[in-house]
């Protein structure tokens, strides 16, 4: 595609609920990163895939955060039993390299979840 | 501890008038300097990248400079738009990528409104 995809654009979920959220990134992009953004913060970094493979996941806040990219193109993110506090814009980038190269991290528009 | 800083927090200025917003980093190992334009309900997008050697560098309107000896970075918008009214974030990426994403560790932004 034209640039980095991101489904649903909103989703509202109520607290307890399981969610996920997708990124389809730009073709032929092996790195893919996952950030979650709260309202006058900037991206707050979650997980970074190089291909199948998370290469990082430290910036996952607890274990009702998961993250997969099983054929090393599309990944989702899971939120398992939601909390209120998990509101905020989840933002998907991917870039030809990663690790650590100066190569450009395209954003997608983002998932705007809302846990009520 | 790695920190980006950036000021101011918002700033209203007149249409066709400059600004420069301002971005202090305490990171280390450097790698490189990014700034990314956000519009409100959309990803960030890339403006310029700057390694360690580069002190300057212009997109249009738009020129960045770092001084990695103070460890600080402008960005300067001249002659303003409507269009440039959104938030710019300054990231940097730290170098020890021992398996890591990078270490992108991203500024709060700086909100910028473009007044007719």
């Known amino acids: 595609g034209a640039g980095v995809s991101q489904t649903p654009s909103n989703k509202v979920t109520e607290k307890g609920k399981y969610v996920e959220l997708r990124c389809d990134p730009i073709?032929?992009?092996?790195?893919l990163y996952w950030y979650r953004q709260s309202l006058g913060q900037g991206p707050e970094f979650l997980i970074y895939f190089q291909g199948t493979g998370a290469a990082d996941d430290s910036g996952l806040p607890n274990d009702r955060f998961f993250a997969v990219r099983p054929e090393g193109s599309v990944s989702t993110l899971k939120i398992q039993r939601t909390e209120r506090g998990d509101s905020a814009v989840y933002l998907c980038?991917?870039?030809?390299?990663?690790?650590?190269?100066?190569?450009?991290?395209?954003f997608g528009p983002g998932t705007r979840l809302t846990v009520t | 501890k790695n920190q980006v800083e950036q000021s101011p927090q918002s700033l209203i200025i007149l249409e066709g008038k400059n600004c420069t917003l301002q971005?202090?980093?305490?990171?280390?190992?450097?790698?490189?300097l990014r700034w990314y334009k956000q519009d409100t309900g959309r990803g960030p997008v890339s403006l310029t990248i700057?390694?360690?050697?580069?002190n300057t560098k212009s997109n249009g309107r738009y020129t960045a400079t770092l001084d990695a000896d103070t460890k600080q970075s402008s960005l300067h918008i001249t002659a303003s738009q409507l269009s440039d009214s959104a938030s710019y974030i300054c990231v940097v990426s730290a170098g020890n990528y021992g398996g890591s994403q990078g270490n992108l560790i991203f500024g709060k932004g700086t909100k910028l409104s473009v007044k007719p």
């Open positions: 971005c202090n980093y305490t990171v280390s190992p450097f790698s490189n």
């Open positions: 980038a991917s870039s030809l390299y990663g690790q650590g190269s100066a190569y450009e991290q395209y």
């Open positions: 700057m390694t360690f050697s580069e």
């Open positions: 073709s032929g992009h092996t790195a």
